[in-house]
Nanobody
Framework: VQLQACGGGLAQAGGSPRLSCAAS????????MGWFRQVPGKEREFVAG????????FYADSVKGRFTISRDNAKNTVYLQMNSLKPEDTAVYYC?????????????????WGQGTLVTVSS
């Protein structure tokens, strides 16, 4: 599976950008998908995850209630809707895929990674 993330850029605090991650391959619908983010000098951290069917989602406490992960298996795409952005949301955001059938909040659990897209939030 090859992943291509996009949608990053400069956003204002309180804004609502949406990130997209397009996947290649026919087996996208069988993968648990996750979004992570990383700030220079810090470890990559889990943001959100979604089951293969889209019926189960899981969020980091820092984004719960503000971000929404979703997927469209017909389009081989996973999304991250980001609302009420804060300057501390500034990071490079990565999408990732894993063959695990259950929630996977650790980067070591993922098999495939996109290249990352930078989101910069101005106050």
């Amino acid at each position: 599976v090859q992943l291509q993330a996009c949608g990053g850029g400069l956003a204002q605090a309180g804004g609502s950008p949406r990130l997209s991650c397009a996947a290649s391959g026919r087996t996208f619908s069988s993968y648990y998908m996750g979004w992570f983010r990383q700030v220079p000098g810090k470890e990559r951290e889990f943001v959100a995850g979604i089951s293969w069917s889209g019926g189960s989602t899981f969020y980091a406490d820092s984004v719960k209630g503000r971000f929404t992960i979703s997927r469209d298996n017909a389009k081989n795409t996973v999304y991250l809707q980001m609302n009420s952005l804060k300057p501390e949301d500034t990071a490079v955001y990565y999408c990732a895929a894993t063959g695990r059938g259950t929630r996977a909040p650790h980067q070591r659990e993922y098999d495939y990674w996109g290249q990352g897209t930078l989101v910069t939030v101005s106050s």
